[in-house]
């Protein structure tokens, strides 16, 4: 298919307008519609780089691990910010499982074994190039191995939420966790009877 899709794109030019923790990107190409026309269309694209997150669920218990912490974005778009969410992160060139496994470790405290990975997603693909990898992953008492709560150095302060599939799901329909690769995964679990 990509290369279906190649013939149809004739790339003109890219243009960095930012650079910092992400990158922005202006791109101009010509497009080769259905009807057989080019048009020339401009588009901005915010490339973070790919990411993981996972679900982590203690089945014995019948019990999951959510995060809790302060998302700026959210908050200047009329939001209080401080958003539940799966434990995720970028994996800043890693393999997914590998980069993965660090985030549960730093924003957790678990060291987990067992990951499937369930799921590809782009989450805005309008504008933003960010590939997730959707994982579930095992945690009990004995995979403990540290206080977790995240880098201080990036910023972060996280809190950890231990609940049921069902009250986080709940939590969605009452608006207390909009983010989407949570809400993603928490429907993935739930029709696939993984919790």
């Known amino acids: 298919m990509r290369d279906v899709v ?108 067992a990951l499937a990975e369930v799921l590809q997603i782009f989450s805005s693909p309008g504008s933003v190039t960010e590939r997730l990898h959707l994982f579930v992953g095992d945690y009990d008492a004995s995979t403990r191995v540290s206080a977790g709560g995240g880098d201080e150095s990036e910023g972060e302060d996280i809190e950890l939420i231990e609940t049921t599939l069902d009250e986080a799901l709940a939590m969605v329909a009452r608006g207390e966790i909009l983010d989407a690769k949570t809400i993603i995964l928490l429907q993935h679990a739930k029709l696939g009877g993984l919790a």
């Open 6 to 113: 190649t013939a149809r794109l004739r790339l003109k030019g890219v243009e960095t307008l930012h650079e910092g923790w992400s990158k922005l990107k202006r791109a101009t190409f010509d497009w080769l519609r259905r009807d057989g026309r080019w048009q020339e269309l401009t588009r901005e694209t915010y490339d973070r780089g790919d990411g993981a997150a996972v679900l982590l669920r203690d089945r014995a218990r019948g019990k999951i691990l959510l995060t809790r912490q302060f998302r700026y974005p959210t908050y200047v778009n009329d939001h209080h910010g401080m958003m539940i969410e799966v434990c995720a992160g970028k994996l800043d060139g890693a393999d997914p499982v590998t980069g993965i496994r660090h985030e549960i470790e730093e924003e957790t405290g678990y060291a987990v074994a």
